[in-house]
């Protein structure tokens, strides 16, 4: 994913842009009245876009494009989920912004289909953790996500594809990757365009490492078993210095628990566990600052330096769930994640 110069000038000049009270968010687009122009990251805070509403993008990622950034996450928007789900007409919505901070609403990614007795995206189903990447020999742009059944038994994953990074995506299937049951989920796509899924399975003890095919909708037949009956969840992946790190949950619902990452040479591994990266105190360490993480964004020109993003659950009430951005860094092949009541990329 994008991490180079041109994105880091975009960034410099959406924030200069934000910080002037006159943020662009999305290509063309003037902050809306309603709308706070933001400066600082405030994790847990409530994060609205530039049309003032709170932000839906649940165990989001990201995925730049031509200096705009594109964020989809689960839309547990209160206007379409009444408790039961039946109400809903979204399953993924996706967010556009040039300096990661303001955000524009670019709408419903991956509808609910509501027409249809059994689906995968009928209201009442489970649709958890979309992760976007584009395909550069298909030009398209594929979405894969965690397809479910309220008692997650299904545990399976499904792919939708998309002409544009908005979307809206068609939605092609879903399947048990090599066989395998599978949750919690993320992509990784490597500089030669060679993407893969990483995947909870075993009944969330293990953790699957697939490749993908070359156009990127189905597995390709080659996967690793990670992290043996360490029962990881959330992975959220990143590499540096040659280096590939995951960032993973343990498996406690909603609640927070101790994230912990590990480092291999390969993304196939082996994978080598190396602890916990929060900094902090104890709470805050075992806790990882009350979040679970979904993906860990590069900090465009400033090697070593990330975003972890994180969700900060509301169990009683997901549509409220927040949002924990903070700083990554990686510093001798260690990583630390920091807590900030808020704060801006410098
Ligand atoms: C933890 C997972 O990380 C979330 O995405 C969600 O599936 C919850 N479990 C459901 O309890």
């Not at 000049?13 to 600082?40: D, I, W």
């Not at 092609?172 to 949750?183: N, Y």
């Amino acid at each position: 994913m994008g991490t180079g110069d041109t994105a880091q000038a975009f960034l410099i000049a959406g924030l200069a842009a934000a910080t002037a009270g006159c943020g662009l968010a999305a290509p063309g687009r003037t902050m809306h009245s309603m709308g706070e122009v933001r400066t600082k990251f405030n994790p847990g805070g409530i994060w609205t876009d530039d049309a003032g509403k709170p932000i839906q993008a649940h165990g989001g990622g990201i995925l730049l494009v031509d200096g705009v950034w594109y964020w989809h996450g689960e839309d547990k928007s209160p206007d379409d989920w009444n408790g039961t789900g039946a109400g809903r007409t979204s399953w993924v919505r996706c967010y556009s912004s040039r300096d990661l901070l303001n955000w524009h609403d670019e709408g419903v990614a991956l509808a609910a289909v509501r027409d249809r007795a059994v689906h995968d995206l009928s209201p009442g189903r489970v649709v958890e953790r979309p992760k976007v990447l584009f395909n550069r020999r298909t030009g398209k742009y594929v979405m894969w996500m965690h397809i479910d059944t309220h008692d997650y038994k299904y545990a399976r994953t499904g792919v939708a594809v998309s002409l544009s990074p908005a979307g809206p995506f068609e939605y092609l299937e879903s399947f048990r990757p090599d066989g395998a049951e599978s949750r919690d989920m993320t992509v990784w796509q490597d500089a030669d365009g060679t993407a893969y899924l990483l995947h909870s399975s075993e009944g969330n003890a293990t953790l699957h490492i697939s490749r993908l095919a070359a156009d990127y909708l189905h597995p390709a037949g080659e996967f690793v078993r990670a992290f043996e009956g360490r029962y990881r969840e959330a992975p959220a992946v990143f590499s540096h210095a040659g280096r590939y790190y995951i960032v993973s949950s343990h498996c406690t619902g909603w609640k927070p628990n101790e994230a912990e990452y590990a480092v291999a040479d390969a993304m196939l591994g082996p994978w080598t566990v190396a602890g916990n990266p929060c900094a902090g105190t104890d709470e805050q360490r075992k806790l990882t600052f009350e979040s679970q993480s979904t993906y860990v964004l590069p900090v465009p020109g400033k090697p070593g330096r990330f975003i972890f993003m994180a969700d900060r659950w509301n169990a009683g009430n997901l549509p409220d769930s927040r949002y924990v951005w903070l700083p990554l860094r990686v510093a001798d092949g260690k990583v630390e994640i920091v807590w900030r009541d808020a704060w801006e990329m410098r």
